[in-house]
Nanobody, 121 residues
């Protein structure tokens, strides 16, 4: 069993900042990558940022230069620093992790429950 718990969402004005956190726990053997997706009403879920265990990053074009993904391996936690927020960033943000587990030894992706980010005046 692996659980991902997101936190840090909320209401912010345009131009403001938020920092999202996602902590993984459970029967974890290895975390190969962690990242963030978002989904606005009526739209498909899209990749926001992705970070592998080797340190490679990937960002959606719409957030490059504004968002930064980072991690704390000791805490099994990934962060998303969001600056210069725009109304179009409004969405539910979901954490995702590529994880191998123990008992049983299995590798698969896991999703968090999501945290709401609303950018509005």
């Amino acid at each position: 069993q692996v659980q991902l718990v997101e936190s840090g969402g909320g209401l912010v004005q345009p131009g403001g900042s938020l920092r999202l956190s996602c902590a993984a726990s459970g029967s974890i053997a290895s975390i190969y990558a962690m990242g963030w997706y978002r989904q606005a009403p009526g739209k498909q879920r899209e990749l926001v940022a992705w970070l592998t265990s080797g340190g490679s990053t990937n960002y959606a074009d719409s957030v490059k230069g504004r968002f930064t993904i980072s991690r704390d391996n000791a805490k099994n936690t990934v962060y998303l620093q969001m600056n210069s927020l725009k109304p179009e960033d409004t969405a539910v943000y979901y954490c995702n992790a590529d994880v191998s587990t123990v008992l049983p030894t299995r590798r698969r992706g896991y999703w968090g429950q999501g945290t709401q980010v609303t950018v509005s005046s």
